[in-house]
Structures are given as C-alpha cells and as structure tokens.
C-alpha cells in the first residue's frame, strides 16, 4: 500500500536563478505599466516589487494568473515611523528622550507611514514575490479575497492591529482583541504598556561565546518571559 | 396564565400544527453548536462556532484569539539573540523548529553563515522536534476517534526524544539552542549513539500506529473520503506541510529552496497523497515520521567536525536591510519577515506560522460536513493554538 500511494522519487529541483525574478519584473511592468513603482531583485535571494495602491487587486491578479504564483503565503503590514517609546529602555521617571523620528522605507522606497506587505510564492518554479504597496491617509485598500482567498484572515489581523481597512472584505472583525478595543496595538506609536511600568532587565544581553570564559558578562538575564504550555 | 377560550384555543393549536408540517416539508430549526474554547478536539483553546441544520454544519466559524501573547509586539522591544526565547513558545511542540527559521534570517541580514557541523546538528535538533512534535500528533489522532492506546504509546516514546533534545539543549520544551552564528553548544559525549537507538525505537511507534490505527477499518470509515481539499484551494488558502502534500502538492521546502542547513547533503523522500481527505493528511504525517526518523541517521552518518560557532561580535547588531526566511516545520511553513535598521533588535518582525492559513480553511472546509466529522477534520489538519495566535 505505501509504495502505491507515495510521490514519484523525483530528484532534488534544480534552483532556477534569477532570471525567474527578472522575468517576473518584466512581466509586471508590462502587465501593470505606470502602476509598478519600483523593483528590486537581489541576485540568489528573494526579489520586492512596489505597487501604486490603486492597482493592488490588479498586482495580485497579475502575480497570480501571469507570473503563475499560485500560493499564497502571508499578507500583512509595516509601520515605517520609529517608535517614540524607543525600544522601551527608558527610565519612566525620567522626561522622554529625544529621538529622531524621521520615516525611513526599507527595500523599494515607498511615500506613506504605512505600507502593505504580501507575499505569494510559486509552487512548481521554487520563488516567490514580496509585494508592497503604500497606504495612502483613508487607510483604506481593495481586498485580495478575490485573488487569494487566504487573504481573509490576514486581512481583519491587519486591521486590527494597524487600522487598515479592506473595501470589499465581508467581515473585518476582530480576531484577537476584545471588540470595542480601543486603539491599534501594532501601531508604533502604541505602547507597550508591560515596558512602561518596569523596567526591562535584559536591556544589557551580552553572553559568553562557547569556549570563552564567563567572565564579568551578565549572562543570567537572557530569561524569557514565564513558561507557557 | 391567560385561560383560553375554546375558539382560540382550536385555532392556537392549528397555528401550531400547521407550523410543524412546514418545519417537516420546509426544513428544521437551525441549531448553533459551540465547540470550545475547551473542548479536547481543540488542542487548546480554539472555539469553533457552528450553524447546524440537523446533523450537518451549514456554517463554521472558528475563533481563534484566546491565547494571543503579541509576539510581533514583543520583539521589537528585544534584542536579536533575545527573540528566540519568545519565538519557542510558539509551536511548543517543536519548540526548536521555530527558532531556526528566524536566526537564520538574522544571519542572512548579517551575511554570515554558520560552520558546516552547526548547520547538520540544527537540522538533526530540527527533526527530532519534528519527531516529538508529530508523534504526540498520531497519538492524539486515536483519542479524537474514541481509540485511547495510541496517546499513551506516543507520550511513551515522544518522552525519548524529548530526552535527547533534553541532552543537546539543556531543554525540553524550550530550547533557546540555536545562536546567531551557529549554536551554544556542541552535543554532549554519547549522544549520537543514544540518537541512532532512540530512531529505531520511534521507527517501532511507527510500525504500532500503522497496524493499530491506519489499518484499523473503524478508522478508514472514519476519515477516508472525509474533508476533502482541492489542491487548488489548497494552495489559494496558503496551506502548508502535511496538509498541502495531502493534496498531491509535492512541495517541500526543506528540499525546494536554498536554505544554509543540511538537508541538501543528503536524499531522502517527500511524501505525498493525492486524495486530499483527512485520512491522507494523517497518513502523510506517519510517513513524514518515520522519514525523519531516517534523515536523522543519515545526518548523523555525514556528521562533520568543527566548530559549532562561527565569528560574530558579542553585542550584535544586524546591518540595515529586510528578510524573509521560511522552513517546513512539523506543522507547516514557518516563516519571518524580518526587518532591521541595524540597531540591537529588529523594526519589525512578521511572523508567518502554519496553522494560522491551516485553519483558516475551516469555514470553507466544515460547510455540509456531519457533526461527529467535524473532529476528525479538525483533528487532521492538526493545529497548534500557540501557532494561530502567537
């Protein structure tokens, strides 16, 4: 019976290069024109392509039908402003430090404080796209449910913890947070609140290499939160 | 209570009787059964809110939600060795797998690589949680289906495995092994030889649970044919591990990508089924099992020498840039978007799990299944509360 119903002994793919991932540029850009803002491909990596907003949904069934990436792997959201809290290393009795606050995109630039971050891959060719796109001030962008049906649960997670809303979704519930909540926890500029109250004791994490002595390094405050489970 | 009249009291129970004969011609009341948050088909606490129309689901949803910890929150306010610490208690059956993927993220953004006998232990430890991780799996399958022998045999022998992790690490549940730059240490004196013995043992678990359950005709009528999904909507819902390769999808990420871990130094076989129904999902998980069991021999057969640790600073910071590193873990594709602006601890990390798109399946999947039947769908898509909500 195991011998009946298993996979072929197909050997190990060989890896297409990058000329899958040019190929994908190019088959954007003529597929979605003024609409693809940027691309990156960094050679035997992973490639970022930056869609206006407005052509999200065509993005998606572009990426889907025409490049062939037929899995959809996860979407979600970035909030490019650094956080005012810092990394919660403050001393809350002290007045709030300085800090730079200017909004700096990652890979293929972008214009707004949010973006839109997605991800499908291609089953059969062995790569996959990350795709954003900028999330102009109505916070507001076509879902992909009709592209992808997955993009359901991503999407209310997006919105719940960023704000973001999908024209078109039949149900942005919340899924984690109590309804009526207040606020958008993933937001940068909400704070964890845990953070505020008591200081963080690993702030200083240094531990000592295999082989090397353990010396003045404090190496016992690398303890995690209590054990769930 | 008013008295009724003779007129009205006719006319009352002719409403009455003529309401009944519509429920018979039209259909019945619907029902709403609530499954969970506890309920033991859930693993957890996943309540499952379902619409019934006699015995048949008509509309499911699950709710998930009730153990969100904000992981994602979490570890921007840590350092980068910090975050495998959280990171653990997100699949916490195979705690070591979910560590993997983001230290190697880290290390992609760092441009480092780990030394060759780093790489091929993570890729043992990673199985061995795969192992752990699954087995429980194949024994709680039976206590789904009314069959209580297999969860002890699988407590039984999950606990050697869970004595070798114990061994390597220094933990059983929660490792927090794996370092950026390779690993803190190496494995102690006589392990390899107690591994080599403890696969063989896990290979008789195999046996016993394909005679006791797979063979078992209660069993097959139980899942054959039961809950089946289209590769096609498989593949739309993000659907991953044993439950995409139960769909006739042969896609394996630990063979299908360039990944720096050992699993392309050696062969071994990626299984799938093409019917797609709860028995092929639970089926693929026995064969992946008993498949690990053997990538771990052959891992241990080509073990190199060397360090376990490459050069890296003591206070590490990663250099500006985003990554995204994903790798099949006992439930699924685990990945992370990891992006950083070369400060101590990441901007931002997305966490992709499995069971999160596993289970988002369930609405379209329980529509017009029967009652009982919902256990075993739920049980064979095999979820991890802790992987759903992180």
Not at chain 2, 193 to 200: A, H, L, N, Y
Not at chain 2, 241 to 252: I, K, P
Not at chain 2, 336 to 344: A, C, E, N, R
């Amino acid at each position: 019976m195991v011998n009946q119903l298993s996979s072929t002994d197909t050997p190990i793919a060989e890896l297409p290069g990058d000329a899958l991932r040019e190929r994908a540029v190019d088959q954007l850009r003529s597929e979605l024109g003024e609409a693809l803002l940027d691309s990156l491909v960094k050679p035997g990596d992973d490639m970022w392509v930056r869609v206006r907003a407005d052509a999200w949904r065509e993005a998606g069934v572009a990426l889907r039908d025409v490049v062939g990436l037929d899995y959809f792997c996860f979407l979600s959201a970035i909030d490019w402003m650094p956080s005012p809290y810092g990394r919660g290393e403050d001393d809350p009795t002290q007045p709030q430090a300085e800090r730079d606050m200017t909004i700096k995109q990652g890979y293929v630039g972008g214009d707004t404080r949010f973006q839109l971050l997605a991800r499908a891959c291609s089953i059969s060719m062995h790569f996959g796209v990350t795709i954003k796109a900028d999330i102009g001030d109505d916070m507001t962008m076509p879902t992909w449910i009709p592209v992808y049906a997955g993009a359901n649960w991503h999407e209310r997670e997006a919105h719940e913890m960023f704000g973001i809303n999908f024209a078109g979704h039949p149900d942005l519930r919340n899924m984690y947070l109590p309804t009526g909540f207040e606020g958008y926890p993933m937001r940068k500029d909400f704070p964890l609140l845990a953070r505020m109250v008591k200081p963080w004791p690993g702030i200083v994490d240094v531990e000592p290499l295999p082989g090397e002595p353990a010396d003045d390094a404090a190496s016992d405050t690398t303890s995690g939160e209590g054990g769930e489970s | 209570m008013t008295m009724l009249g003779d007129r009205e009291r006719l006319s009352y129970i002719a409403s009455q009787a003529a309401d009944a004969r519509l429920n018979v011609e039209l259909e019945t009341e619907g029902m709403t059964l609530n499954i969970g948050p506890q309920h033991p088909a859930t693993h957890g606490t996943l309540r499952i809110i379902c619409r019934l129309d006699g015995e048949q689901v008509v509309w499911a949803e699950p709710s998930a939600g009730y153990m969100h910890r904000g992981y994602e929150k979490l570890t921007e306010v840590r350092t980068f060795p910090q975050v495998t610490s959280l990171v653990n208690r997100i699949d916490w059956l195979g705690s070591f797998a979910n560590e993997v993927p983001f230290i190697l993220a880290a290390e992609k953004l760092m441009d480092i690589e780990a030394p060759p006998r780093a790489q091929h232990i993570r890729t043992i430890l990673f199985e061995l949680s795969r192992i752990a991780n699954v087995s429980l799996f194949l024994g709680d399958l039976g206590v789904q289906l009314g069959a209580i022998t297999p969860v002890f045999m699988a407590f039984r022998d999950r606990e050697y495995v869970l004595n070798l992790i114990e061994g390597a690490t220094g933990g059983r549940f929660h490792p927090n092994f794996d370092r950026i730059g390779g690993l803190k240490d190496d494995v102690p004196k006589g392990w390899i030889d107690e591994t080599r013995s403890v696969m063989k043992k896990l290979r008789t678990f195999c046996d016993e649970i394909e005679d006791l359950l797979f063979g078992n005709e209660i069993f097959q009528s139980r899942t054959r044919g039961i809950g089946v999904i289209p590769k096609d909507v498989a593949l739309q819902y993000g659907l991953s591990g044993a439950n995409l390769r139960a769909s006739g999808v042969e896609y394996d990420l630990r063979r299908d990508q360039k990944i720096a871990m050992a699993w392309d130094k050696i062969d071994f076989k990626v299984w799938t089924h093409p019917d797609g129904d709860s028995f092929a999902r639970c089926w693929i998980r026995l064969q992946e099992t008993r498949e690990a069991t053997l990538i771990v021999e052959k891992l241990l057969d080509t073990l190199p020498a060397g360090p376990v640790m490459a050069k890296v600073p003591r206070i590490i910071k990663v250099p500006e840039g985003e990554a995204w590193v994903s790798t099949e873990n006992p439930l699924g594709e685990m990945g992370y978007y990891v992006i950083s602006k070369g400060d101590l601890g990441p901007f931002r990390v997305k966490i992709r799990s499995a069971s999160f798109n596993n289970i988002s399946i369930v609405p379209w999947l329980l529509r017009g299944v029967y009652v009982p039947d919902v256990i075993t769908i739920l049980a064979s898509l095999y979820f991890i509360l802790g992987d759903i909500d992180r």
